[in-house]
Nanobody
Framework: QVQLVESGGGLVQAGGSLRLSCAASGRTFSRNSMGWFRQAPGKEREFVAGISWIGGSTDYADFVKGRFTISRDNAKNTVYLQMNSLKVEDTAVYYC?????????????????WGQGTQVTVSS
């Protein structure tokens, strides 16, 4: 079992920045590939970014490329999502997820564990 707890969400103006954190506990964190997803009201959950369990590979949805950066610190059992140049359309609940496989996956069903989510609201 892996327990995930997100933090760092909040209200920010368009153009601003936030850094989300996801603290993991339970089985060995370093052997999990991690992903960030988001879900806006009335919309399906969508992939935002992912990082492989050895930290060497990352993947981003097109709508965040160049603005968001995913990273991980295995010593701290934490994965981060640095979000810059935020847009109103980035408003959503952001979820951290973990999977046992070695590679990054975009499909939510590939992930075994989920956090409770953290709200990000970007105002105009």
């Amino acid at each position: 079992q892996v327990q995930l707890v997100e933090s760092g969400g909040g209200l920010v103006q368009a153009g601003g920045s936030l850094r989300l954190s996801c603290a993991a506990s339970g089985r060995t964190f370093s052997r999990n590939s991690m992903g960030w997803f988001r879900q806006a009201p009335g919309k399906e959950r969508e992939f935002v970014a992912g990082i492989s369990w050895i930290g060497g590979s990352t993947d981003y949805a097109d709508f965040v490329k160049g603005r968001f950066t995913i990273s991980r610190d295995n010593a701290k059992n934490t994965v981060y999502l640095q979000m810059n140049s935020l847009k109103v359309e980035d408003t959503a609940v952001y979820y951290c997820a973990a999977r046992s496989g070695v590679g990054v996956q975009r499909a939510s069903w590939e992930y075994d564990y989920w956090g409770q989510g953290t709200q990000v609201t970007v105002s105009s």
